[in-house]
């Protein structure tokens, strides 16, 4: 079968999906191959991500990795998040088709978008803050000319 049990789980019963309007942190990124858009929201408290919600105009693997990203980074540490990457959500959803990886991509570049907006929200430069790259959110990182 093309999609593991979890992926389809997932997309059949996405996690945490919506938005959060008091957000501390949004962040809107696009894919580049395929248009689609993520939004992704955080609640965070004292370092914490307390909440997080997301919306997308994602195709399923999209959904089904968005879904999974969020439970993994939910009551985590903002350390922890940015360490995420969509192999690790793709891993946790037991492999996603090699073509849709780069579905699983949106969802890591919308956690880091939010996280930058977050920094940004606080004053500080999310380039300055240890362990957080951009690593590649051209899409949603409107601050960068790269
Ligand atoms: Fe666009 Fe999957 S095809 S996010």
Redesign the pocket.
């Known amino acids: 079968m093309l999609y593991s049990e979890k992926v389809m789980d997932h997309f059949e019963h996405p996690r945490n999906v919506g938005e959060i309007v008091d957000a501390d942190g949004v962040g809107q990124v696009g ?1 580049p191959k ?1 248009g ?1 858009i993520m939004k992704m929201y955080l609640k965070i408290d004292n370092d914490v991500i307390t909440d997080v919600k997301f919306k997308t105009f ?2 399923g ?2 959904i089904a990795s968005s879904s999974m990203a969020t439970e993994m980074i939910k009551g985590k540490p903002v350390a922890e998040a940015m360490k995420l990457t969509n192999a690790a959500v793709a891993e946790a959803l037991d492999g996603l088709p090699g073509h ?1 990886l780069h ?1 699983s991509v ?1 969802a890591e570049e919308a956690i880091k978008a939010a996280l930058a907006d977050y920094y940004k929200k606080q004053g500080v430069d999310p380039e300055t803050v240890e362990g957080f790259s951009c690593g590649g959110c051209c899409g949603g990182c409107h601050d960068h000319d790269h």
Do not use: F, P
């Open positions: 894919n395929c689609d994602g195709c693997s999209a849709k579905c949106l």
